[in-house]
Each structure stands twice: as structure tokens, then as C-alpha cells.
């Protein structure tokens, strides 16, 4: 969950004209992460990006389970305000991937995106069962969408997907995993329809720069936009839209679902009901704990100084007040987007609402781990509305796996959404 967040905003976008051929600074730093030559990629890298782009965070861009490259295409740009994004597509052995680097206008690398396609459908998709088409969300910041639709006349019930953190595409791509890309083609093959779309800090991602930018910004606005296009297609039963949230849209599912005020239900699909400051904390522990035993002392001592670090800033978060917005980021989240939270109590705003709703948590997911699911269930105690269900082998992308769980368990192959998920909501949303 964090992982991303914190990469998004140290993208580096500066104002100032290109210093070089931004296709050729993408190409020269894709060539060297083929090669595994990290550390002169180094030089390459905005001052804002650095720790974005470390040694290990480098290494997990390129996948053993791929192969050898098999050929490099052509680069292709696009613009995002004043930065460049730069497609290189790869054909390994064993997956085609492309490449997406970001270049600001001093020249310099941004993020590193890998894109893995060709995704494959989950064995529960059948594709004969439904139809897709294109929808619009939005006129100030216009996003692209996806319909997903059942065959037949309907009316059906039907999903809103609300993102993660992260500047995600309208799939929740994740290294080779698309989970809301599963989710819909899975519930739209059981007779639910279903709407995607691409977050606007992935397309507008100047947004993230505004002295204004908050969780409004990022994520509720646009999902409110979302629900009414949704309402408004002609297949969809009168008075049947759900949302579903995962990660941080599931912690803003009660602000969502209060400022929509129309849904007929709400599903929390790992979604932390802590302060994001404390999940953070649990999130670098977890990753320490299992990297530990194999660093070197050097290694080891920068890994504690970072904890400090983390632990330093939680703290300064819990202290913020109004009149600090102005604040240097704080885990990777400016002062307005923090003091917009400092009052959020998600149960105790989910308790005013008065729809179903569908609590799901992954037991290994340790972005948001089970802390937050019984956090939902002691603050919902009691109240008749609430479905609460955690599934031991799943993690945060819902994705089953065996022990600890890591983020290298998003870069193996034909990776699904697990279908009992799929059942699960599914089933609620019907009844």
C-alpha cells in the first residue's frame, strides 16, 4: 500500500526545458536495468526520485521468471504536464513488457514502471458472458473508464472499484497481477455489472503538487463521478450500486459512500481502518523483519536508521494541527493531504451510514494487516448491517499464496484475484 504511495510522490516533475532527448535518457536506463547495472543508473535518477530507486528497489523491476530479452521495441512519449513518459516495450522469453519512464524537465528518471502484458483471463472469467465498452468519468479531469456488462437485458447489480494508493491504471495493475481487471471480468461472468477506471493522479498527476490535494482530490471526487455514471447506464437495476474499495479507497469507503449518499452498500476489500501513519509503521517492521538475516551490518544499520525515521515522522503526524499544511512531506504525504485525515474516524463515520456492508481481509497481507480487520469489527460490534470475512492464504491484492508473503509474489506469472473473492461479493451483492 505505502510502497507505491511514497514512490508516486518522489515522480520528480520539475519546470525547466529537457537537457537531452528524453527517449534517449529512457532507453540508456532501460539498458542498464536489463543489464543489472543499478548503481549507474544512480547518476540518471531526479534528486526527489533517489530513494525510490534504490539497488533493491531496481531489482524488482526485472523478473528472473521472465527469461533472457528476447528483442527491445521502439520508444514511444507521451506527455504528463511538464514530464515526459517514455514506452519502451521488451519481449523477454517468457512475458511481453513494457516499460514505462517517467522524464522530468531537467532530463532526469522519475519513476520505473514495468508493465507486464499479455494478462491472461482467470479460469472463473468467461468472456462469451459479457461485453466491455468505454465510458468517460469526470469533465474538469477527464478519466477513462470500463464498462464492464453481463449479456442479456438485465437489470443487474453492479460494482464501482475504487483504487489503492498509488497512481494506478483503471486495471490496479501491480507488477503481473490486474486485480481489478479479475474482479471485473469475474463478477460480470456472474451476472454483475462492473465499472473501472483510471485514477486521475496516474493521468493528472500535477494534481499531486497542489496546495489543496487531498484524499478528495485523489480518490472521492472521482469515485462520486464514477457512481453516477455507473447509475446512469441502462442496464444497471435502479437502486443496486455497490462500491468496493481496496486499500486506501477502502479506508475512504464511509467518506465516499457519505458523500455519494446513494449507494446501496459498501465492500472494504483490505482496507486499513488505522491511521495511514500506523500502518506505515507496520509495514516497514514487516518488510525489516524479513530482510534481516540476510543483510551485512552496513546494510543492516541503514535499514534501523530508516526505521528511525519512519517512527520520527509518525510522530510528527500525530502532532500536526491545522495551521501546519504547509509542512515538508511527512511519509511521502504533504501537510494538507495529512491534516484532512487527522479527524477521519472510519468506523465511526460508517456507523451514521446506514447500508450493508461487506468487510474482506487478506490474513497475509501485510500492507494492511489483521490489526486494521479487527479494528472494523470492534468499532461495527453489533450492528446488523456489517459482513465481516478474512481468508488465511490470501494477501493484499486478494492472491493466494503459501507463507510470508512479499511483493515478489506479484511478479509471478497467471496471478489471480482468488475466486472465492469473486463468489463472495458476488453472492452479497445479489442477495
Request: aromatic share 6%; hydrophobic share 40%.
Amino acid at each position: 500500500m505505502f510502497t507505491r504511495a511514497l514512490c508516486v510522490l518522489y515522480a520528480g516533475v520539475l519546470l525547466a526545458q529537457p537537457a537531452a532527448d528524453p527517449k534517449d535518457t529512457a532507453r540508456k536506463t532501460l539498458d542498464l536495468l536489463l543489464a543489472h547495472k543499478y548503481s549507474d543508473i544512480a547518476p540518471l535518477i531526479s534528486a526527489t526520485s533517489k530513494s525510490a530507486n534504490t539497488d533493491a528497489e531496481l531489482a524488482k523491476k526485472v523478473s528472473d521468471a521472465w527469461g533472457a530479452v528476447q528483442s527491445i521495441g521502439t520508444p514511444a512519449e507521451r506527455a504528463i504536464g511538464t514530464a515526459k513518459i517514455i514506452t519502451i516495450p521488451v519481449k523477454f522469453a517468457n512475458a511481453n513488457v513494457s516499460y514505462e519512464i517517467s522524464i522530468n524537465g531537467e532530463g532526469q528518471v522519475g519513476l520505473i514502471i514495468p508493465r507486464v502484458d499479455p494478462w491472461k483471463h482467470p479460469s472463473y472469467s468467461n468472456p462469451a458472458s459479457f461485453k466491455e465498452r468505454e465510458v468517460t468519468i469526470g469533465s474538469q479531469y477527464k478519466l477513462g473508464g470500463t464498462l464492464t456488462v453481463p449479456n442479456g437485458a438485465g437489470p443487474f447489480p453492479a460494482v464501482l472499484l475504487v483504487h489503492d494508493s498509488g497512481p494506478a491504471d483503471r486495471d490496479e495493475q501491480n507488477e503481473m497481477v490486474k486485480a481489478f481487471k479479475d474482479l471485473a471480468e469475474g463478477l460480470a461472468s456472474k451476472g454483475v455489472m462492473v465499472l473501472r477506471y483510471d485514477k486521475r493522479t496516474r493521468i493528472y498527476p500535477s494534481v499531486m503538487q497542489q496546495d489543496d490535494y487531498s484524499a478528495e482530490t485523489e480518490i472521492i471526487d472521482d469515485a462520486v463521478l464514477a457512481a453516477a455514471v455507473l447509475r446512469a447506464q441502462p442496464e444497471v437495476k435502479p437502486g443496486k450500486v455497490y462500491a468496493l474499495g481496496l486499500g486506501l479507497g477502502g479506508y475512504l469507503m464511509p467518506r465516499i459512500a457519505e458523500a455519494d449518499g446513494k449507494l446501496a452498500g459498501m465492500i472494504i476489500l483490505n482496507g486499513n481502518e488505522r491511521p495511514l501513519e500506523d500502518v506505515a509503521i507496520d509495514e516497514a517492521q514487516y518488510m525489516f523483519d524479513g530482510v534481516q538475516k540476510d543483510l551485512t551490518p552496513p546494510q543492516l544499520e541503514q535499514w534501523k536508521r530508516q526505521l528511525a525515521v519512519i517512527h520520527e515522522q509518525a510522530e510528527k503526524i500525530k502532532k500536526l494541527t491545522a495551521g501546519d499544511v504547509d509542512t515538508s512531506p511527512l511519509l511521502g504525504m504533504r501537510g494538507a493531504y495529512l491534516i484532512d485525515l487527522k479527524a477521519y474516524d472510519p468506523t465511526g463515520q460508517a456507523k451514521l451510514l446506514k447500508i450493508p456492508m461487506l468487510i474482506l481481509q487478506g490474513e497475509r497481507d501485510y500492507h494492511v494487516n489483521m490489526k486494521d480487520f479487527a479494528a472494523w469489527k470492534a468499532g461495527l460490534a453489533g450492528a446488523p448491517n456489517v459482513t465481516a470475512k478474512s481468508y488465511p492464504a490470501l494477501d493484499h491484492l486478494m492472491i493466494e499464496g503459501t507463507g510470508r508473503s512479499s511483493s515478489a509474489d506479484t511478479r509471478k506469472p497467471n496471478q489471480h484475484v482468488a475466486e472465492v473473492v469473486i463468489d463472495d461479493v458476488a453472492k452479497w451483492v445479489s442477495q
